[in-house]
């Protein structure tokens, strides 16, 4: 049983940073009669969940409604010549292609069951959003509804 957290820390915003480009949730490959999540998947939630578990600095998880805000920043590619790839860091072009931004969301509010809140249901509002960085992140914050 996961013991009930006082009011004025369920009351405190929980912020952070993952590092890196946003993995979109896909279903579980299949080989050899296995399931198995594919590696880039993984090493993303991995990454979602450690720095949750940092954030979270040994509190238990998050019992009440929740907000969830997210934002995605997405590398912009190198292939793209230099005046898009401006246009794109300043907010001219949107990344309006893979990944989904729903998968996206699912990934992350998946990998932090049991970690931030005891279960994604819990969130009761959503904001998120994709735009281009230069340098890829997930920026995340949760609050109490």
């Not at 090493?43 to 450690?50: A, I, L």
């Not at 907000?67 to 920043?73: G, H, K, Q, V």
Request: glycine letters at 6%; hydrophobic letters at 45%.
């Amino acid at each position: 049983m996961i013991a009930q957290e006082t009011t004025s820390a369920m009351h405190q915003p929980v912020c952070f940073d993952v590092v890196g480009q946003a993995v979109p949730w896909s279903r579980a490959g299949r080989k050899g009669g296995f399931s198995y999540t594919p590696p880039q998947v993984r090493h993303y939630q991995n990454g979602v969940k450690d720095a949750a578990v940092a954030a979270m600095a040994g509190r238990n998880p998050l019992l009440c409604p929740l907000d969830l805000f997210l934002e995605f920043f997405l590398e912009v590619p190198r292939s793209w010549p230099q005046w898009r790839q401006q246009a794109a860091l300043s907010g001219h072009v949107r990344p309006a292609g893979k990944p989904d931004l729903d998968n996206c969301l699912k990934l992350v509010a998946d990998a932090l069951n049991g970690i931030l809140w005891q279960d994604d249901k819990q969130i009761v509002s959503v904001m998120a959003t994709k735009a281009f960085a230069e340098t890829a992140q997930t920026t995340l914050r949760v609050a109490a509804a």
